[in-house]
């Protein structure tokens, strides 16, 4: 191991090696004006005695990376709570309880201010030791295990422990141990639990899961970790880089990270879903706890309910982000080690050692002249498959949990609806799909819903070149716009190729949707690269030749066909 920067090419003087890493190191600042507000509507349901909604106010926080500034915090309630009071809980959330007994048939919730969001990703020096020595008496309650972050599993501490062996700096530590979850787990919504557990045995899970896991594995070997509960805001900015640019966005709703605690630099945030040691100006940070069952008090909805009668509140909750300045400066730089998925660091000198995980082998070659010899009889389906389908984003909560005798209780909802606007005529997007075996195309189906509009759509096959689309291939049938349902949620659409039946070899290809008329249509995708490559989303002005830039994360779709024995 030796003292190098993250900044620096570390390879550089080896000719010819090959990159293997989706590393960048971003550097540069973000600095953003939001004016923010939260609005929550609750519908009373039957047989309702007393409600009780509770609000966390998000703090004003300083780090080495990123900065939240609260100006003219406002709660107002519709009508007149009966009963209103501000407590403050054991990890220092600021929290605002109002009560209505009896309740009225409908109450709404505004809370309103104006967020100063600064990201900075300058050099960071770091030479905490691993493994800690004594922490700080406020800080001990996040090296504990519980229910959700079970650090106390022997699976957890085997891991850890073989990811971190040899390691002497803490930031080592949590570099390997991060390197190890951006590869080894994905993301879905909603899973079927939320604690680390689970998303170590089904290697998948939303950003709770992520959080669970990245605290477990952490707090096995003694470094401390805090869960953070807030909101992303899908305003996307671009980082700069060699080739094009590189666009993330979050959809805008609740989330989950964490913060490690380092012993020279205090509390650093990360995202484990993407990032190390830092997260964007698009987060605002509301919440913190040892785990997402004790962060529960942001949009709290609590009720006790008539014996007998059945049925709960509706709660509707909408956010709302306006960036009244918005200022982007972040360049970009590949580093050849590092996982294989997407992994974003700001510049720091430490002590590690490189990481560089192989890339995965070629597709098989198959001669031009045993193509023919090809019988394709066995049923082939492929693709980004999990998705909330079918779900009403507008009503996203539940389902109650009981907390005594006739009381009830719903907590914030993590379920957030990702999803492009593709049918616009200014922008085009195209997902590369990767095939190990020669396949008969008969149908690709994509996740899409429709808001609107006339028209038709159409999917275009292209060829791969250099990881952007090719030569066209094939064209599937049309569809006309009003096939496509307008109820609530994304569901498949499939495009038939039947008529042209094109046979792909092992290799890449890519998708686009086409259309006429004036369509209103978002594609949903998933945060990360579940399935395809770093590279295999992209997009391009509608008067541009190269699709040189790329997004950050994977549309949902599905390859459908037949496939050889």
């Known amino acids: 191991m030796k003292k190098i920067l993250f900044l620096l090419l570390v390879f550089s003087l080896v000719p010819g090696l090959p990159s293997f890493g989706e590393n960048y190191v971003l550097e540069g600042q973000m600095g953003s004006d939001i004016v923010y507000e939260l609005q929550q509507q609750v519908i009373k349901g039957p047989g309702t005695r007393k409600l009780v909604l509770s609000f966390v106010v998000p703090p004003t926080f300083v780090s080495p990376t990123y900065n939240q500034e609260i100006r003219g915090f406002k709660l107002t309630f519709l009508p007149q709570p009966t009963e209103k009071g ?31 969001n600064k990201t900075d990703l300058q050099k960071l020096q770091t030479g905490t030791p691993f493994p800690l020595g004594k922490v700080p008496s406020e800080v001990r309650p996040y090296l504990k295990a519980t229910a959700q972050v079970q650090s106390n599993d022997q699976r957890i501490r085997k891991l850890a422990k073989e990811l971190t062996d040899g390691v002497t ?23 079927k639990a939320y604690d680390a557990i689970y998303a170590l045995q089904e290697r998948k899970g939303n950003c709770q899961n992520f959080s669970h896991l990245s605290a477990a594995l952490m707090r096995a070997v003694g470094i401390p970790v805090r869960i953070v509960n807030g909101v992303t805001l899908n305003q996307p900015f671009n980082v700069t880089r060699k080739g094009g640019l590189l666009t993330f966005k979050m959809g805008q709703g609740r989330h989950s990270w964490i913060e490690v605690w380092f012993e020279d630099l205090g509390w650093v945030p990360f995202d484990a879903q993407q990032s190390e040691l830092f997260v964007s100006n698009r987060y605002v940070r509301v919440e913190v ?8 008090n942001d949009g709290l909805l609590r009720w006790s309910q008539v014996s007998g009668t059945k049925g709960k509140p509706l709660l509707q909750e909408t956010i709302s982000a306006d960036f009244a300045s918005d200022r982007v400066n972040i360049a970009g730089t590949p580093q050849q080690y590092g996982p294989k998925n997407l992994l974003l660091v700001p510049p720091v000198e430490a002590t590690f050692k490189e990481i560089v995980v192989p890339p995965p082998p070629p597709p098989p070659v ?16 492929y693709g980004n498959l999990e998705f909330p ?12 949990s ?34 190990r075996k020669p396949v008969k195309l008969e149908k690709i189906g994509l996740a899409l819903h429709r808001f609107g509009g006339d028209g038709q759509l159409w999917v275009e096959l292209f060829e791969d070149k250099d990881m952007k689309p090719g030569a066209p291939i094939a064209t599937s049938d049309f569809i006309s716009l009003n096939k496509l349902s307008m109820k ?8 038939d190729f039947g008529r042209e039946k094109p046979v792909l070899m092992p290799g890449s290809y890519w998708i686009a949707l086409g259309f006429t008329g004036s369509p209103i249509v978002n594609w949903f995708y998933t945060y990360g690269k579940p399935v395809g490559p770093v590279e295999g989303t992209r ?12 997004l950050s994360y994977e549309f949902n779709y599905r390859v459908v066909g037949l496939t050889v024995k």
Do not use: C
């Open 539 to 550: 997009y391009k002005g509608v008067y541009q030749a190269d699709w040189s830039n790329a």
């Open 169 to 191: 700096t803490q930031f080592d530590a949590v570099q390997r141990i991060l390197t190890w979850i951006v590869d080894n787990v994905r993301y879905v919504t909603p899973p």
């Open 366 to 381: 198959i001669p031009e002249k045993d193509r023919d010899k090809l019988r394709f009889l066995v049923p082939f389906l």
């Open 389 to 400: 389908e079918n779900v009403d984003f507008a009503f996203p909560r539940g389902p109650a």
């Open 402 to 435: 009981t907390v005594g005798t006739n009381r009830y209780q719903m907590t914030r909802n993590f379920l957030v609806e990702t999803a492009e606007y593709v049918t616009t005529k200014l922008t085009q997007y195209a997902q590369v799909f990767e095939l």
């Open 86 to 116: 501000q407590s403050e809980d054991q990890r220092g959330n600021q929290i605002i309880t109002a009560t209505w007994d009896p309740p009225p048939s409908e109450v709404i919730a505004r809370i309103s201010f104006r967020a100063h």
């Open 289 to 296: 706890g040892v785990d997402n069952k004790e962060t529960i």
């Open 488 to 495: 609530p949620g994304y569901s498949w659409v499939d495009f």
